[in-house]
């Protein structure tokens, strides 16, 4: 952990009310989700996981759905999407369980820092590890399915897609950790109300893959980009609520 | 908990005029209105179908509110409200799924398709049985009503979703009954509203609000003496 409080000595003995106590907010968020990076990086044990239940679950999609060309057209976004959701909840519950069961979650509540900045820490750490099922997936469903997803645009899709994942993620996971069977509940809990940016990354992904016209996948990746930052409020919002103790 | 004399008449007074409000419209679904011109007699279940929507959204809108004002006031009785409210509005909204594949399998030839309003009607009564879900998963009581105040928020993003999207998509074969609608063609099932038919509808409308409520009021009383049960059973057990 590198989130170090600074104190001041010197602002607080000539202005007692106004304790500057607090790390930089955007400092406490980039510790944190350094913090996540250089764990995995040592221990890897979310992000494999996560990789070779994707790397199965494409392998499985591709075996049911021996498809002719134009079908492997217009199903790749679904089994994109569907193996993202999927994965993604695999690291999601990972991630904060081992906060919990370490111990470590309720030292990080201690901090004397911003909530929000905690939850928006945990919640980068858990967008990049989705990023990264994310965009081996693009790999291998051109290879399995040969369809070219060498799209900038879709790209920015995955990126708005995992963004919105992430966030609602993070916060449903941090509620259903203290929960009996959290392994069970999570999905149970996420998945319903994930569903508006799952469907409509989905909807603009198949669009794009099956090549229409502009209009027809543009407003998906603008309703994606509203439920993000809608996503993003909330968690600013709720975080705190769901961590006071 | 002893409550005053004059609640539970209102109580009891309401739960007549529900009776009642029931009553009538019924005759007014069966008696009152003629056979739709081209649905003929199934049309009639569609009343029922929309009043039992409106007390869902009624009742989910009363679970939001209910989230938001736990979590400003933490006082139980907010929570209680959102329980009480979630659980009706899942028997209300099953109503409204049961009554829509009923109308459905004669008029659009099968009981259920994956149309948006469908999907997203399903999705939220998912949203709302996993909410009673996490109430059971969570043992400090505290922490539940917190978690279940956060999530009532949450799961709300799904009624919203019900509510729009069958005005955004373009694709949806159901038909909205009030509001503007982005394109008429491809609805299957639509009907000019005749005088009679509105009136019925409203009156349908209000009178499964007014019950909706009534149950409210009965679950909560419910809900308050399942507590006293428990808090007299603690004490007998730790007198004993």
Not at chain 2, 17 to 45: C, N
């Amino acid at each position: 952990m590198s989130v170090t409080t600074t104190t001041p000595e010197t602002t607080s003995t000539t202005q007692p009310k106004k304790r500057r106590l607090r790390t930089p907010y955007f400092q406490v968020v980039a510790s944190l989700a350094w913090k996540d990076l250089r764990a995995e990086a040592r221990g890897r044990e979310m992000v494999n996981a996560m990789l070779l239940f994707s790397i199965m679950a494409v392998l499985i999609f591709s075996f049911a759905l021996e498809l002719d060309r134009q079908a492997q057209e217009a199903t790749v976004g679904g089994v994109l999407w569907v193996t993202i959701a999927f994965a993604g909840t695999l690291g999601l519950g990972r991630s904060l369980a081992a906060e919990k069961d370490k111990g470590s979650l309720d030292a990080l509540l201690l901090a004397p820092v911003e909530r929000s900045a905690l939850f928006y820490g945990k919640m980068i750490g858990n967008f990049l590890f989705t990023l990264a099922v994310g965009f081996l997936l693009v790999f291998l469903l051109t290879v399995l399915f040969n369809v070219n997803l060498f799209r900038p645009v879709l790209w920015l899709i995955i990126v708005l897609g995992c963004l919105g994942f992430a966030t609602t993620g993070t916060l449903v996971a941090s509620m259903s950790v203290h929960a009996r069977a959290r392994e069970m509940l999570l999905p149970i809990l996420l998945l319903p109300v994930i569903l508006p940016v799952i469907i409509s990354a989905t909807r603009a992904s198949t669009a794009l893959i099956t090549e229409l016209k502009t209009e027809d996948w543009l407003p998906w990746i603008q309703l994606l980009g509203v439920v993000d930052f809608v996503f993003l409020l909330a968690g600013f919002f709720l975080f705190d609520f769901i961590v006071e103790e | 908990m002893q409550y005053s004399e004059s609640r539970t008449r209102n109580l009891r007074w309401l739960t007549y005029a529900s009776i009642g409000l029931f009553i009538i419209s019924f005759w007014m679904i069966f008696a009152y209105v003629g056979p739709e011109r081209t649905q003929g007699e199934v049309q009639r279940i569609f009343y029922t179908h929309l009043g039992a929507f409106f007390a869902s959204f009624v009742l989910f809108v009363v679970a939001l509110i209910a989230g938001i004002q736990y979590l400003r006031t933490r006082h139980e009785k907010w929570d209680d409200l959102g329980l009480s409210a979630i659980e009706l509005g899942l028997i209300f909204s099953l109503i409204n799924i049961v009554t829509g594949a009923i109308w459905a399998r004669p008029i659009w030839n099968t009981w259920w398709t994956w149309d948006p309003r469908l999907t997203t009607v399903a999705i939220m009564w998912l949203a709302y049985a996993a909410y009673l879900m996490l109430r059971a998963g969570i043992e400090d009581p505290n922490r539940r009503r917190r978690f279940a105040a956060v999530y009532s928020i949450l799961a709300f993003s799904s009624v919203f979703l019900t509510i729009v999207i069958i005005r955004v998509r373009p694709d949806t074969i159901h038909p909205v009954v009030a509001g503007p609608t982005s394109t008429s063609e491809g609805i299957e099932g639509d009907f000019a509203m005749s005088d009679r038919i509105t009136t019925t509808l409203l009156f349908t409308i209000f009178t499964y609000v007014v019950i909706s409520i009534t149950l409210l009021w009965y679950r909560i009383r419910l809900e308050n003496r399942t507590k006293l049960i428990q808090a007299r059973k603690m004490k007998l057990l730790l007198n004993a």
